[in-house]
């Protein structure tokens, strides 16, 4: 079973940086998509950004050019550098991954959608003040 643990949450002010890590175990498979998603108070939850074991990446319109989404394989750790903070972007944010038997490109398109995938962390909280 695959866990995921979110970490490095907070308050910013509008403009600022933050970096979330997730720690990942359990995986059965060496191919993988891990993603970060967010879900603001009465919106939808909604893909950021992905990254697949080969190291491609997808990023969703909103956050092109100030995240920056990496994945450090030998710790299974992902991170997610956020800069350039507004409110909008204030919400929880969850880290989510997807594992393969087969060659991870055998999937197509990294997903950026929440039914693509199938681990969920916990969340943490990123609350960004204007």
């Known amino acids: 079973q695959v866990q995921l643990v979110e970490s490095g949450g907070g308050s910013v002010q509008a403009g600022g940086s933050l970096r979330l890590s997730c720690a990942a175990s359990g995986y059965k498979y060496s191919n993988y998509w891990m993603g970060w998603f967010r879900q603001a108070p009465g919106k939808e939850r909604e893909g950021v950004a992905a990254?697949?074991?080969?190291?491609?990446?997808r990023y969703a319109d909103s956050v092109k050019g100030r995240f920056a989404i990496s994945l450090d394989n030998a710790k299974k750790t992902l991170y997610l550098q956020m800069n350039t903070l507004n409110p909008e972007d204030a919400a929880m944010y969850y880290c989510?991954?997807?594992?393969?038997?087969?060659?991870?490109?055998?999937?197509?398109?990294?997903?950026?959608?929440?039914?693509?995938?199938?681990?969920w962390g916990q969340g943490t909280q990123v609350t960004v003040s204007s």
């Open positions: 990254i697949d074991s080969d190291g491609r990446t």
């Open positions: 989510a991954a997807r594992q393969s038997a087969w060659p991870i490109r055998t999937l197509g398109t990294i997903g950026l959608a929440p039914h693509e995938y199938h681990y």
